[in-house]
């Protein structure tokens, strides 16, 4: 680590602490995570069922979000590489994050209901198409969030010329 004094957050890395949030609270909504999630550690092997399952995965990747969300934080004292670190990890969950959310929604459909939806009413008119634009514009926002721990990151490297460098 360079030895010079600490270097000042940059203003994008806290930026992204209100990105964490929404992307945590996206996360939690979309893969109706519970509030707690148990961890089995019996095993070495004992996770291979659990990381296969989306609300496991997200959850996971709520907790780096809770981890990013204190770095993020003014005056709480950390590091580049623990900056990076924890985007890095983040970053192949929230790719997935919106198809897999899609793909959940769908298996998660009473499709019968919907289709009720859609006979319409008394008259015999179809009813309202469902809501694609707020499903859309909750993806976009997830993206920008996404995004700017993207911009975080780059801001972190271009700060610290790419060294181990104390963040406060």
């Known amino acids: ?52 399952d989306p609300q496991y995965v997200m ?39 919106p198809g897999m959310h899609l793909r959940y929604a769908v298996a998660e459909t009473d499709w019968d209901a919907a289709l009720a939806e859609l006979d319409g009413d008394e008259d015999g008119e179809l009813g309202a198409p469902a809501d694609d634009t707020r499903a859309a514009d909750d993806i976009d926002a997830f993206r920008a969030a996404h995004a700017a721990l993207h911009e975080a990151a780059r801001a972190v490297l271009r700060a610290s010329d790419g060294e181990i460098r104390r963040l406060v």
């Open 1 to 52: 680590m360079h030895d010079s004094e600490d270097l000042p957050k940059p203003r994008e890395l806290l930026a992204a602490r209100d990105a964490a949030a929404t992307l945590f609270a996206t996360l939690q909504r979309w893969f109706g995570v519970p509030t707690a999630v148990t961890i089995d550690l019996r095993t070495v092997d004992s996770a291979v069922e659990e990381l296969g």
């Open 59 to 97: 959850a996971m990747a709520m907790r780096k979000l809770q981890a990013l969300h204190l770095l993020t934080t003014p005056g709480v004292r950390t590091t580049t590489d623990v900056v990076l670190t924890v985007i890095q990890d983040l970053e192949r969950a929230l790719m997935q994050a």
